[in-house]
């Protein structure tokens, strides 16, 4: 992990808020300077004693967010990737071929490809299960091959949860890693590695950005093992660095994460409330909901919120959801999530025909605007569809 100003034993959402506390040596700004340099002067005995010669190996401008990332999910150290893609891939490239894999059925749809095509030919074997049901994971796991869980929870678009402490015990009986995707849930939320996993995977370009301007990903680890140190090697060598500006970017969005999060998640529990027994609504999708199948679980491992993402299920189907998309003014119709601004999206539309996604399902991100705003927006969405 990145050492700096340490804050003691203050809460993380004031980590988060100060970024660490880390202030400029230099100028005492308590805003960090942005380091644009892609390269370092060497000594004049040609050695590097400030640590650093070249950017793709380490970049200034990497310690901040990677250290707040570490200190939020209470994980041994932290990398940050140009994409959530490139983050996750990244721990399936360390894998060799031959291994096995076990992923959720449900999951984010560009990784399932991915996982289909690109380490398939690598000769990394994926099976996809149901991974809420924990006899499933149990009988997909091969003692001895089996090298990877990967978990994704509450899982894109359908909301699925995974108990991860149980998946954590059975990963590792079979000498297997645990990685989760917790995009979703945030540390402010779920710290996957109190819960047992090995990794901890973020597309930052959602909720630890927050303003839809910046493409990043991160890895959290429990160990600086040698598999992580392969993870490591494997950002230098394949090049999926981010960014100065985006990293500086990334930190700004972080200060904010604990109030944005918090503000979603009232957000999603109203509208998931006011929209459960509406006429035009087969079902929400909302892990907040005491009717939603994994709510007993998130109860238990998600803290003070159940997310700031749901999904309705239209009576109309697929031209209802289209029309109700269509006739929204506050929200945007527009992919991605987490950002400041609420975004609604038919994700069927998106995914393609492998998709287990319905075809009447609206996904639903919750922003930071009022919201009986939000509630009525879509309330007259839903009537203007049904004209």
């Known amino acids: 992990m990145k050492k700096g100003h340490e804050l003691g034993s203050v809460k993380a959402a004031t980590v ?189 370009t959602k909720y630890l950005n927050g303003h839809s301007d910046v493409i990043a990903g991160a890895l959290i680890t429990r160990a600086e093992d040698e598999f992580w140190e392969h993870i490591k090697n494997n950002r230098i060598h394949l090049g999926g660095i981010l960014g100065s500006f985006e990293s500086w970017l990334l930190t700004r969005g972080m200060r904010t994460l604990y109030p944005r999060v918090k503000t979603a998640c009232v957000s999603a529990q109203t509208l998931a409330d006011a929209l459960v027994a509406h006429p035009y609504i087969a079902e929400v999708l909302y892990p907040g909901l005491r009717a939603f199948p994994g709510h007993a679980v998130a109860a238990r491992q998600m803290e003070g919120g159940f997310g700031g993402m749901l999904s309705i299920r239209m009576k109309g189907g697929e031209a209802a959801a289209i029309r109700t998309a269509a006739n929204v003014h506050v929200w945007k119709r527009a992919t991605s999530l987490g950002g400041v601004e609420s975004l609604i999206e038919h994700r069927a539309s998106v995914e393609g025909p492998d998709t287990p996604c319905p075809s009447d399902l609206l996904r639903l991100s919750a922003g930071i605007e009022d919201t009986d705003d939000l509630v009525s927006d879509l309330t007259q969405a839903l009537d203007a569809a049904h004209r």
């Open 16 to 204: 988060a808020a100060q970024a660490m506390g880390w202030i400029d040596a230099q100028t005492r700004a308590v805003v960090s300077p942005l380091h644009l340099s892609t390269t370092f002067l060497r000594d004049e005995d040609n050695q590097y004693r400030s640590g650093r010669d070249y950017i793709r190996a380490d970049n200034p401008a990497f310690d901040q967010p990677e250290a707040v990332l570490a200190a939020l999910e209470k994980g041994a150290d932290a990398l940050v990737f140009s994409s959530g893609m490139a983050a996750a891939t990244a721990v399936f490239q360390a894998l060799a071929p031959g291994d096995h894999v076990v992923a959720p059925k449900v999951m984010y749809w560009s990784l399932r490809n991915w996982l289909n095509t690109f380490a398939r030919d690598r000769g990394v074997e994926t099976d996809f299960i149901d991974m809420a049901d924990m006899e499933a994971l149990r009988s997909a796991v091969q003692p001895g091959r089996t090298k990877l869980v990967w978990a994704e929870t509450p899982a894109n678009p359908l909301w699925h949860i995974t108990d991860l402490s149980a998946a954590a015990e059975i990963a590792h009986e079979a000498g297997a890693r645990l990685a989760v995707d917790s995009t979703v849930a945030t540390p402010v939320l779920t710290r996957p590695l109190e819960q047992g996993a090995d990794i901890v995977m973020h597309s930052a």
